[in-house]
């Protein structure tokens, strides 16, 4: 669909773009070991933890993806006064993103424990509070956000549901008349009228129109467009690729994964490659394409992984 010269054209065209992410702030944590016996106690193996990792995650994993593509990145959201707040803060800002962060003093830093042994993903641990924020707080988020928007190309909505998408805030964000690209939660499918383009995948999809199973992806795309007034809608079908919905067009991409060791993470790579290649002149056939062939790689990495301007053109065909 995309050829290598004219992915070329695009990516450079890459670090010359600035972008505000704004959603749910989450610290990723790896605790990673080996698995020999079961336990005495009950019928679970048990994790000789060997080491522990730390990465953004959410909304920030969203803002990583843009920093490794090299464009300029300004990250909006919440984290609470703690130290996992600290320590995803810190890692925002070693990732080379800038950061819009307000404190919340009245929830705590969302965050996911994930426990791998053998290369599998065992169990996850949240702790999270999932309620909207405070008017304060959020009058506080888009103060901040207003201080950039004189330099942003494009806005990316990273919502994960834990409060931060709200109302008041995305009215605001779509009276900006900047570029609106979101990631969607379908409990907010309202709050997502006139944006740019949204890419939910499957189940999300199906779920913001409330639709059952036997009904098409394609009508499902229909609906989804015509509820919120939007021309361009992208949805990810995991192993069958994607399907991008132009007005009264409807283009299947083939998935281009040859393996797959975690989906982590590749609904936020899709955005953030959409949207730069989007803003750097691309049809939105080659900015879905795009996107498909930097979906195929990170779902071949364990855990949140990011592709690079490098990578992301050494994987599209000549």
Not at 239 to 258: D, Y
Request: charged share 25%; with cysteine; hydrophobic share 40%.
């Amino acid at each position: 669909m995309i050829k290598k010269k004219r992915a070329e054209e695009i990516i450079t065209q890459f670090k010359n773009k600035k972008i505000l992410v704004v959603g749910d702030l989450i610290l990723d944590r790896y605790l990673w070991g080996e698995v020999e016996r079961i336990s005495p106690e009950a019928p679970v193996p048990v994790v000789d933890i060997k080491k522990e990792t730390f990465n953004p995650g959410g909304a920030s994993n969203v803002a990583w993806n843009v920093s490794q593509l090299g464009a300029e990145v300004f990250m909006s959201g919440v984290v609470g006064k703690d130290e996992p707040g600290k320590l995803l803060t810190s890692l925002i800002e070693e990732k080379n993103i800038k950061p819009l962060i307000v404190l919340d003093r009245e929830r705590p830093t969302t965050e996911k424990t994930r426990i791998i042994a053998v290369s599998q993903q065992l169990l996850r641990i949240d702790r999270e509070k999932r309620i909207n924020l405070s008017p304060s707080v959020s009058s506080e988020l888009i103060n901040q956000i207003k201080s950039v928007l004189k330099e942003i190309n494009a806005v990316i909505v990273s919502d994960y549901g834990k409060g931060v998408i709200t109302k008041a805030l995305m009215d605001f964000l779509k009276s900006t008349k900047i570029p609106v690209f979101v990631d969607p939660k379908p409990s907010n499918f309202l709050l997502y009228k006139n944006i740019t383009t949204m890419t939910p995948n499957r189940k999300e999809a199906y779920e913001c129109v409330k639709m059952d199973r036997d009904t098409t992806v394609e009508e499902v795309g229909r609906q989804i467009m015509e509820h919120l007034g939007i021309d361009t809608l992208l949805i990810t079908l995991g192993a069958e690729g994607m399907a991008l919905f132009e007005k009264e067009t409807v283009t299947k991409i083939p998935a281009k994964a040859k393996k797959v060791f975690d989906v982590t993470g590749a609904g936020d790579t899709v955005i953030s490659v959409l949207t730069l290649s989007k803003i750097s002149g691309a049809s939105w056939k080659e900015a879905a394409s795009l996107a498909n062939y930097a979906a195929g790689y990170v779902v071949g990495e364990i855990g949140t992984a990011t592709v690079s301007p490098e990578k992301l053109l050494e994987l599209v065909p000549e």
